[in-house]
Structures are given as structure tokens and as C-alpha cells.
């Protein structure tokens, strides 16, 4: 039995970012049959019978934040999150839109299971829209490319051996090129790991001080550097995941000077926190690249307010606590970040004095673009939509949150600012302190 059609929806008199200046002072927007149907200054904007009304006057509106970059541990590792509760973490986040990441158990590297994963999703009620990336190499293994053509038409939007680097650099190379010709986009995990393998912080004084082995900056920025000289070789687009260094950050910003078609994100986490985090072996601030020093934190911050950086990703990686609440050199790497991701961008906004209207680049406009999707609330696209209260102050709790993951070294933090409302294909899929 189809669906009813849905009422037409009216969010009316909201500070929109990512549009016109002019409507970061107001503006309505009527989504209709699950599309943006018109965009105009408060009043301006015809309503049809029967449609909703949310009044929005105080509150900021976005295009839907999309997430490039979450792990919803599916399949075969839903102790750790679900499809359900993930894509339901991800919409009371205020993400519209999140791109699931392929290092599974089995990994998803071919169409059945991309198909399978994107049909299950569909059916999730209240969750964000899921966007699946495939594997980069069958059974990411590094050495054979998956069937790229056939990922495409299943409807994947990316590829990726996330967690692992292609260490072959010819291997990479025709992924490169064939991810083109199909129409994905290739994301690389930049981590050489005849470098990094055995290590569990960043290389340095903390790692020395603790007795732990260390990860050195040179294990990401050495295969940020043959990535991109890939992206300049073939001339065609290549993104690096999760940016951590100041010198990664930098040799993108080089290459893109040079004309490579080169992008690429980096987490909150990095644009917060620093390798003294870990004093006390806090696995909760365990990660993968791990938290370095205050030097790079601050380059990244400045990589964000030029450019550098196109995208604001969690990678959302939940565990259980059997698996973080041990011994250091034993805890999973990985922190959550979905329902943390907006406070933590609005608290950027606030110290570092960037306009409002960046995080509509960082987390919407960008990450479409790099996606291939519609432009981002222009009539005929998708209904998507993230209202944001700037003014409510609140104190995070990961055991109130609705993801299965707690581990977050943002548990008890107090924010100002959060995702009240977000809307996909012009349904409300999350309402705070509503169903």
C-alpha cells in the first residue's frame, strides 16, 4: 500500500544560512510532496491548505547537514549500532543525510549488500536518509578493485577502504581513475602503517610520559601526500578523510594550489581536543588518526576559516563498553560524534568569530557537492532542512543519547546551541522533546 502523500510543510521566519545574504536575516521555506517548493523573504511565500506551519522566528535553518563520513557497524556488528539507531542518532543530530562507511564484518563490497543495506534503511522511521559507500578493494584487501559499475547502479555514492590505506600506490591509481568513470568519489584513510602499526597515541611527549607507542604525524601526512599526488597525476577528485595534522592540512592546501581535485574533512574532535587528553589513559579519547598536539589543532581551525578544509565530519564510531572500558592498549579506537557534531560546530563558530553561514559550507553545501547530490534547498531538490536554536543551554549526556554508543569524551560537557528540528524529503524525521 503506498504512503500518503505528505502535508506540505512551512518553516517560516528562520535566519536561513547558505543561500542568499539576504535571508540570513529571515526567510521561509515551503517544502511540498517531499521537494523544496519556494524560498523567499518572511510573507513572501504562498501557503497552501493544509500545510504545517513551524514557527522559526529566533531560530537558524540550514540546508540538511550531511555527514560524509559514519560507521552504523551493519552488518554484523550491531552491538555496537544499527541501522535503526544510528540513522535515528544522526537525525536528532540534525544530520538530514549520512555517508555509512564499508569496513563491516563482512565489508560491503559488492552491489547486493549495498542494495540490501540502502532497502533496510529506507524502512527506518525518524532516521536520517542513508547515503552507503563500498569498498575501494574487494574485501579491502588492497589488492583488487570492486565492481565499481555495478556498486553504482545498487546506488552507492562513494568508495572506500576506510580503516585501511591502499598502500599500492598502482592499485590506488586505478581506483582513482575508475571511481571517475563510474561516478563515485574515492576517499582515502591516509595512514601508512609500516609507521603507524602498533601504535595507540600521537608520537611525542604525552606518548613518551604514558609508555605508550606513539603514531607519528609522518604515517598520515606521508599517504595525504601520494594521495594527492594521485588526485594531480590522473586529474581526478580524490578526498582525504579526517584530517588530524597541521602539515596534512597544508599539503592539501599546496596541491589544491596546483589544480589537483583534491578535498578533504577533519572531526570536531581535532578542532577541540589535543594528545593530553589521553593523560590517565582515557580510552575515551582513543582514536584513529589519534588527538594531537595544541599546534595542530589550531592549523586545522585555520585550515577550516580559509578553505582547506571542505567538510566537518564525525566519523561516528560507537563501541560497547566491553570494548572501551579496559586497559589502554586493549580499548577499540574510536569515539561517537553524531549527536555532538552541531553544538561543538556552533561553539567553533563562537570562538573563532567565522560567519554562521560557514557551517552551511561544511555541513551541507560541501558535502552535497562532493556526493553528487541536488543542490541543497533549491526549488525542485530534496525537502531537507536543520533548525537550529543557537540560545538553548544544555549539558550533553551519552546515556540520554539515542545512538547505542556512550563513548565520547564529550559526555557532561555544557553547550550552548543544538539541533531542535531536521527534516528529510519533507518529513520531520526528528523534533526535540517530540516523538
Known sequence: MPNPPKAPLLVKGAALYGLAPEFERGADVLIAEGKVAAVGPPGAVSVPDGAETVPASGLMAFPGFVDMHVHLRTPGQEHK?????GLRAAAAGGFATVLAMPNTSPPVDNAAQVADLLGRAAKVEGGARLLQS???????KGESLCEYFEIKEAGAAAVTDDGSWVADGAVMRRAVDYAAVCGLLPLTHPEDPTLSRGGLVHEGRISTRLGLRGIPPQAEESAIY?????????????HVCHVSTAEGADLVRRFKAIGAKVSCETAPHYLFLTCERVLGYDSLAKMNPPLRTEKDRQALR?????????AVATDHAPHSALEKEVEFQDAAFGITGLETAVPLALRLVRE?????????????????RLLGLPEPLAVGSPGDLTLVDPDIEWVYRAAEGVSKGRNTPFDGWEFTGRAVMTVTDGEIRYRLGRP
Do not use: I, Y
Not at 601520494?226 to 580524490?238: E, K, M, Q, Y
Not at 585555520?302 to 571542505?310: H, Q
Not at 567565522?354 to 560541501?366: E, G, T
Open 81 to 85: 549500532e544499527d541501522l535503526d539507531s
Open 134 to 140: 563500498a569498498c575501494l578493494t574487494l574485501g579491502r
Open 226 to 238: 601520494r594521495d594527492c599526488a594521485l588526485s594531480l597525476l590522473t586529474g581526478n577528485p580524490v
Open 302 to 310: 585555520e585550515a577550516v576559516a580559509d578553505g582547506t578544509v571542505d
Open 352 to 368: 573563532t568569530g567565522l560567519p554562521a553561514s560557514c557551517l552551511a559550507r561544511l555541513m551541507a553545501l560541501n558535502p552535497a
